[in-house]
């Protein structure tokens, strides 16, 4: 992939546009495992999940009762005999007419029997006869789950290219399934530039030098890769010289499917990620009408011919702006989906990977912006959203504190009670 955009001085580009260049020719990894069910959470299904039975897999009662055939109950106060006792896990034995089956949840429907009596429209008579009184008249089916209600024999529950969720997993299981195919892990390195980055624990607080910062975006973009499920090699921090940059990059090509740094990408910049990567294959950059989040850019790395079975596929490079707030919000907008392409997903669930709802805004954006805008807000208790009152790309603390985003268009102001598209960021970070 290798779009034409131009380089520098370009006009904006629009978010859909940057996103739609950076998917539509990206071949999703070929690398396909087994996994056990149990670990498959956040993986992407590499094969149509076909259930090989019913579940359930026979009628079975839904409530602890009686099971009874109701054409033996036609008026409330008819006194049935218990002939069998069903317990989850055990079959019974088919109903004689005139007779009730004590049962309890989960076990199956006695044959004959089509409806069940919950135990407390009942009482038990005592004397010589172990029966109930039937305080109800049941409906053919009541209280009865259907074979096959959840998922039927020979159904397609969960298709390839299906992401996996905790509930999803325990489908799986519940089809018995103890392992599924997934697509493989992305590979990606990961490193920060910027001579003013620390590590938080190397240097203290005290001793910082003048203009030293934390490097804060390696620790949300590591975990942000791993919630996306990919195996992160952490190069740290690469200094802002053109040879560790290069050797950084030429490692990291040859056994990863993608780089990602943070930092260095904005124009006009000394920095040398752009030469570093253009010498060893292709780079755009490009300038999205987003903020926070303008500077962003895309390339490739080609890789040494001795690179074992990715000789001559180059791999993907993803710079994120440095301004921590940008390179949060350029992940999450771009990063995300590409990471979940490159897995597998379908095109257009990739590029529709959030679905805005509308809300209250409780605050006023008197001023529009020319770019459109992703604000840092959080739900209230009135049902409203609020505003992070700094929405400066550098302070990390309204991402923090946000539970979600309003997507706000280019040149809109927002009024207190006007209603806008809110993204929850919950949505975003799994
Ligand atoms: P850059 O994109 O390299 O021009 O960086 C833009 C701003 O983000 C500068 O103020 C940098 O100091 C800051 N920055 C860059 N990388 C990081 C990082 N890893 N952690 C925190 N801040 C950063
Ligand atoms: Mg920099």
Redesign the pocket.
Known sequence: MNASIPRTRSPLMALDQALSALLRELVPLPAVETVATIDADGRVLAEDLVSPLHVPPQDNTSMDGYAVRSADVTAPGVVLPVSQRIAAGHAGMPLLPGTCARIFTGAPMPPGADAVVMQEDTREVGGDIHGVHIDVVPQPGQWVRRAGEDVSLGAVVLARGVRLSPASVGLAAGMGRARVQVVGRPRVALF???D??VMPGEVAPEDMVAGA??????FFLRRLLERLGCEVSDLGIVPDRREATLAALRTAADHHDLILT?????VG?E?HIKPAVQQLGTLDLWQIAMKPGK?FAYGTVRRDAGAGTDAGQPCHFIGL????VS?FVTFLLLVRPFLLRLQGVPLAGCLHAWRPIRMRADFDLPRADKRREFLRVRRNSEGGLDLFPNQTS?VLTSASWADGLVDNPAGTTIARGDLVDYIALSELLT
């Open positions: 920060s530039t910027g003013e980055l910062i934390y490097n804060s975006n390696r943070s930092g260095g990408v904005s910049e920095d500077p702006p440095g301004n921590p390179s550098g």
